[in-house]
Structure formats: structure tokens, C-alpha cells
């Protein structure tokens, strides 16, 4: 672990796998949200035994499967490139990170790709009954894929079920507990799926909506409308709450990301009145808000949920985190010298002592002279302190703004799925174009705001794979440049056809609808459920 990538690779390596997680979550969320939103209808349809809602279970699961079928082929690369980019992380961590990834394929992804088979092609050979079971453990499936990755990724935001062994330089089990109920990992999973529950919801709302537009599909498109309009407000409310509980979380297990999140430089010792940025323009080297719209008597309750807290700002933490440095870098030496001789108890006891701030060691080595923490003394040990000290903070402009994004994002489309639902259950949803245009033009908000959610989550992470124990510079294999190059041009060329494919697949079956029109299941009268057709409704509304 002492060996020295070259930096290029370890960038070009971060952009690669940043570009392979942002594409393949762009499969994810719907895959989540579809499931229970395809379980709520064919529910509907056991219970009433209408045919309309066995027909929107069929045509909304045919889009879920376009999209579940190019999700795997998009996952499935993710995991070797843990293997092939991250080879260091992977022997680091791989006793632990392996484990959810191995139940996860195990419990999850067979469950969920057995059971999706059937979901597909056991309409006519199972009960009712018998099939929505079979729905509901595709929607189970799905959702336990994602517990289990999350949990992985806990491991990654907040390391608790594992310590460092000396003598084999990896992280071992400790606690098997610990790593699936660690609160990260724990309040991610209910943040994300929720977050695929909305997406889900704008998917079919969106598509209904086109459909009320167009005047097509009118039975089929107002009962998904209403559902997908209900079901968005409650998944809505719980991502903006369950969101505030994980921001709360990480707050206490990493304060660096919680400071660039808010862009808030300097403590304030007066936590009663410290305000909260709504807009700002941070700049890293003048380490400072070059310009800023705040609201006074806000950040503390919002961030921590009582009036007395203090948070740190950027400068605190940096000045806490020069001890930890010093500390990591005696651990090092110490660590060093134990791996020379395994009988040096004293180097042992040493390593021992400061093992909790190793990872800081670490940082500091790519600003030791030479690299070299044995070089480090009384002279240049400031400057080491100081440049190491700055590198624990994450790039704040990005954490910023792509958190503002997120939630700005997320409070919209509350908004929206509010008044859908308001005229959906009032049956006037027809006589607001303007809603449905809104509804058609908003679809691609709820992916939007799942990506900046993952590049908050991720960027704020940095400059730690494993947050207070390894570097990210010092994760990635020992590629060469002209490599890394070459299979991110390809990675490049192969999520793209991907997405092409995706996008043309979907706009395709999306426009055809479903393969017959329902005229015999037309909508009750108001006070009964849907309306009937209003009076502006034309014959056109039958054509296909």
C-alpha cells in the first residue's frame, strides 16, 4: 500500500466511474419507483376485478422492463470496475465492501430477475392473486438491491463494523451489526428509494398527462394520472424529511461535508442567530463567500434541530484536523516500521495508539517531501499540516451548488404533484392544460435531482473511498494513462448507446400506448371516482 499512483490515472479513474454510476442511476430510480407503482395497480385490479387496471399494470410494466433489462447491463460493469480501476480499495476493503455486494446478488438480484420472468409471461398461467404476489417480490427484489449496495456505501460514508489489521494492511470484520445498521447507510436506503418512488410517479404522471393532451388513452391515463399524482405527494414528503434526517446524520460523520454543503467558512459562535446561505458564490483559495444571499436565525435549526449547536466552519475544521494529521503521520512511521519487524512491540504499541487517525498519515503523504513521511520534520512540518489540513475539505463550489439544485428540485415537483393531485381527485384535471403541460415538461426533474443528490453524496465524501481511513489517491490500480484514456472512450461510447437505446425504446412504446383503447370500462360519474368525458371531448379521443 506504500506504492504511489500516478495522479492523472487516479482522475481519469474518478471521472470514469463517476460516469458509469451517473449513467447507470439513471436506470435505478425508475426501477425502484415502477415496481410498487405496478404492485399498486395490479392491486387495484385483484380487488375490483376491473380490466383497465389489469391493462395499466401490463403497459406500465412493459416500459418497467425496457428500463430493468439496459439497468442490469449497466450495473453489472460497475462491480468488475471496483475489480480492474480500484484495485487498492478493493484489497483495502474487500472483506467488508464484498460482502453486502455478494448478498446482494445472492438475496436481491436473483429473487428479483427470477421473479421478473414470470411477472412478464405468468398473466394467463397464475391466479390473480398468485401473480401479484409474484409483482410484489419484483418490487421487494428491487429495493433490497438497493439496501444492500447502500450498505456497501455506508461502510464507504461512515466505516463502523470494521478494524484495521496490521499485520495483513486490510480492514477485517469486526461487527457484522454495526455494518447493516449503520445510520449512513440506513437513512441513504429509505433517501433513495424514496427518491425512486417520485420518479416513478413523474414517469407515469408525466406520460398521462401527454396522453390527456393528445386526447388519447383517456380511461387508461386518468386513473394513472391520479394514482402516480397521489403516490408522488406522500414519496415527495418522505424524501424531503427522510433527506433532512440524512443531512442530520452526516452531520455528526462528516462535518467537512456538512461546512461545503451550507459554504459556511467561519464558525459562528452566536448559534441562535447564524444564518443560513440560500445562495452563494464560494470561492476554495480566498476561502471565503464572494458573494452570498442569507437568512438570518435559520442554520442552526435547520441543520442540527435545536438553537444551541455550534457548527463548524470550514476553518475550524481544517484547524481540528491538523492534530488528527499529526497524529496519522506517527502512525504511519510506526506502521512502517512494525511491517520491517514484526517482533518491534514498541513500533506495534505505538500504531496502536494513534491507529484512529492513520488515514490522515496517509493524506499527508502526497504533501510530505518526496512523498515521504520519514522526511517530515520540525521545518517543513507546517506546510505539510497546512496543505494536508486543506485537502480534507471537499470541493465546496460543487457540494454547493448541486445540493441547492437537488432540493430546489425536489420542492417543485411537491408542489406539482400536489395540485395534480388536487384536480385529480377533484376530476378537473382535464380542464388544466397548463398542469398537464407542466406535468409532460417536468419528467426529467426527479432524475435530475437524483443525480446531484449522488454528486453531493459522493463529492462530499472526498478526498477520502473510505472516510477518515483511506485517501482516494491512493485507491485506484496502476493503470497507465494511455489506458485509462482508451476504456473511458469506450466505457463512453457503450453507456451512450445504452441511453440512445433507452430513450428510443421508451419515447417508442411511450407514443404507441397501450395496444387497445378501453371504451366498455368508461370512468364513473363525479362522486364515483373518475369523471366522465367532458364535454369538449371528441371522437378523436378513440383513435389509436
Known sequence: MSMMINPTVVELSRVQFALTALYHFLFVPLTLGLTFILATMETVYVVTKRPIYKEMTQFWGKLFGINFALGVATGLTMEFEFGTNWSMYSHFVGDIFGTPLAIEGLMAFFMESTFIGVMFFGWDRLSPKAHLVVTYLVALGSNLSALWILIANGFMQDPRGGTF?????????????????????????????????????????????????????????????????????????????????????????????????????????HPVSAAWNLIAIPDRQAQKNLFAISIPYVLTPLLTHTETTVIPGILELEQQAKPKIENGIKAMLALKAYNADHSDTAALATFKKYENDMGYGFLAKQFAPDQDLAKVNQANLPSVLDKTAKDTIPNVWVEFWAFRLMVAAGFFMLVLFAFAAYYSLKNQVERHPLLLKVALWSISLPWIACEFGWITAENGRQPWTVYGWLPTFVSASSHSVAYMVFSLIGFAILYSSFIIAELYLMFKYARLGPQKEHHGDAAPAAGGGLVGKPAFAKASLDRP
Open 165 to 269: 489489521d496490521p499485520n495483513t494492511m486490510r480492514m477485517q470484520f469486526s461487527n457484522f451489526i454495526d455494518l447493516i445498521f449503520n445510520p449512513d447507510a440506513q437513512a441513504k436506503f429509505v433517501h433513495t428509494t424514496t427518491a425512486g418512488f417520485v420518479t416513478g410517479s413523474m414517469f407515469v404522471m408525466a406520460i398521462s398527462a401527454y396522453y390527456l393532451l393528445n386526447n388519447r388513452h383517456r380511461d387508461l391515463a386518468l386513473r394513472s394520472f391520479r394514482i402516480a399524482s397521489i403516490f408522488g405527494v406522500i414519496a415527495t414528503v418522505a424524501v424531503i424529511t427522510l433527506g433532512d434526517a440524512l443531512g442530520y446524520i452526516d452531520a455528526h460523520a462528516q462535518p467537512t461535508k456538512l461546512a461545503a454543503m451550507e459554504a459556511i467558512w467561519k464558525t459562528d459562535p
